[in-house]
Each structure stands twice: as C-alpha cells, then as structure tokens.
C-alpha cells in the first residue's frame, strides 16, 4: 500500500462514518458518458459499456428482471445457498471476514452472513460512494460485527486496510450473480489475479457461475415475453436521449439477444429497424437497417471450461454446487 493509500486509510478510520469500520475511498476514476456515446457511436462495431444501463429507472428494471418466473439465474443461486448452506459452512470454515465485489442487496448480504460460521467481518466494494456509503452504513448499523466499505474499481487489485478489520483474517471473497459472465474470459482471469492478490494467502472465494444449457432456456431467460429485457437494454439509448440530448427516434431500434457459441454466451444488442441516425453535439451517426450498438453480454461455462480459466490464476475449485438441473453453480475457490 502506498503512504497516500495509508494516510487515505488512517482519515477514514477516523472520519464519522456511522457504524462503519473504516471507508476507503480510491477515488476510482468516473466515468465520461458523453465521451464513451461518441466513442460507441463512431466505432465499428459499436460496443457501449453496460454500466450506461444503469440510472434510477435501469435499476428498477434490472431488479423486475431477478424475479422474473424465466430469469433462472437469481433465484437458482439463492436455492443453492439455502439448500447447501450446512455444506458450504464447513467448507468455508469459521471466521472468515467476506469481501463482497459489488455492493450487494441486503437480503443476499444476510443470507451469506447467516450461513456462514461466526463470521468475523464484513466488507464490501463498489464504484459508486454514494451508493456504498448508503447501504454500508444501514446494514453496519443492524449487525454486531466490523463493517467496511471500498470504493473502486472491482477489476483492478486493491490493497485492504486489514488493520482495520484483524490482520490475522481470513479472508472469503464473495462475487454472486454470475456477474463475472459479464466480462470476457481474459478478462476474468485478470480479475480473479487481482482477488488473489487483493485478499492474500489463505483465503478463499465463493463465486456465482451460470452453466453452459440449450439455447430455448437461454432464450426464454435473456428475452422473456414480458419484454422487461428488452426495456433495461433500450435503456441506454433512453439515456443518450434524455442526458445527452441526443437526437433518436426510439421507435427505429428493438432489442436483440443472440446466443453464441465457443465460448457460448448471450449477446444483447440495440438495433436498427430501418435506416435512422443518432445525431449527438453536431455528430451524425447512421445506422443501417439491422446496424447494432451491443450493450452487454453474458458469457456462461462449463466447470470444465471455468477450471481451464482457473489454471491461468492462483486459484483452484474446492467445490461446487448445483441446482438438480446444473443450471447454475456456486463454486469455492482456493490458493494452490
């Protein structure tokens, strides 16, 4: 850790936070959505990072998805936990302080915490303060053991102000959701790399991962009839509209989810309908009939294929747990 990350820890420790333990804010560089639209809009292929999915309204939606009958993964992972709860206490082991990537919902925070035996901390990292302070400090508030808070980004190694929690911690790092399908599998590698390094020797991680299935599941999950999908993904042009104030006609793009094989994965795009332009600060930007702006993706694996990711890192799979259908697996890694 450098001496500013230290004096940076030392402030937190003693700034009023609530019931937090400490905050450590790295001030994680924000994000240009204006320059990003541009630089979308002009490259080809067009790829927008999904985080431009997420205002007020993205994030309702994305919640209405979760708890869609279609949408398998949420619930699936939760019954997982609960089924395999005993199993995945011992396996763990007693004690560990969790490290969660992304700031999770409270209801999935306390259903971690509650299996796991006597845990000793709670941590957890996002790059929105606003929004990790706001719940940190609420769920700090409620539990009787430390709380902290790291504001970042989840892709890049972060050195912990362990003093802060017990240096002699045990470390679980905790990444639900299969959101590490989001990115590429270079891209995975790279942030479990960092996770390791970020949580030290003897630690472990409990992750989410979807299953490689047919592609009707897929289908039926990733663009369900109620078409509360295809609204989150349009989102983001909802949001070039009324931020940027961006000249488009809604009406000549529908959303698009295509399945992709090796490595199989779901493919979400905005596309074009018919010829039509996105006009932005003066720039035009034409679209063809069937052009595309790809906003996210969802890449899904085998235990096998996630193994083969895994020999690229410090880590290997412990264990894994399935639902009855191997939909989904929440998998336990640990250091050679």
Request: glycine letters at 6%; aromatic letters at 8%.
């Amino acid at each position: 850790m450098t001496s500013n990350a230290q004096a940076s820890v030392k402030d937190a420790l003693t700034a009023p936070y609530g019931d937090l333990a400490f905050l450590l804010d790295l001030d994680p560089p924000m994000s240009d959505f204006r320059r990003d639209a541009h630089a979308a809009l002009a490259a080809r292929p067009r790829r927008i990072s999904p985080m431009y999915l997420y205002d007020e309204r993205g994030s309702q939606l994305f919640g209405e998805i979760t708890r869609l009958p279609s949408y398998y993964p949420t619930q699936t992972e939760r019954g997982i936990l609960d089924a395999n709860a005993r199993d995945i206490a011992e396996a763990v082991g007693p004690r560990r302080a969790v490290f969660e990537y992304g700031a999770g919902s409270p209801e999935k925070i306390d259903r971690l915490m509650s299996l796991l035996k006597a845990p000793s901390a709670y941590v957890a990292m996002d790059i929105s303060r606003d929004y990790l302070l706001a719940g940190m400090r609420d769920y700090a508030a409620r539990v009787d053991f430390p709380v902290g808070a790291v504001c970042a980004d989840f892709t890049q190694p972060v050195d912990l102000p362990k003093d802060a929690i017990g240096p002699d911690a045990d470390w679980l790092g905790f990444f639900p959701g299969s959101t590490i399908g989001n990115v590429t599998r270079d891209a995975a590698a790279d942030l479990l790399s960092n996770a390791a390094r970020t949580l030290g020797p003897g630690a472990a991680f409990l992750i989410g991962l979807d299953l490689e299935k047919d592609a009707e599941t897929l289908l039926r999950a990733y663009d369900e009839p109620e078409g509360v999908t295809a609204e989150f993904i349009l989102n983001v042009l909802r949001r070039l509209r009324d931020e940027l104030r961006a000249d488009l006609d809604l009406s000549a793009f529908r959303y698009l989810a295509e399945i992709e094989d090796t490595p199989q994965r779901v493919e979400m795009s905005v596309a074009a309908t018919r010829r039509t332009e996105i006009s932005l600060d003066g720039e035009r930007y034409a679209f063809a009939e069937g052009d595309r702006l790809h906003v996210s993706r969802s890449h899904k694996y085998s235990l096998q294929r996630f193994d083969a990711l895994l020999a690229r890192t410090p880590w290997r799979r412990a264990a894994a747990w399935t639902d009855a259908d191997s939909r989904y697996a929440v998998c336990l890694l640990k250091h050679d």
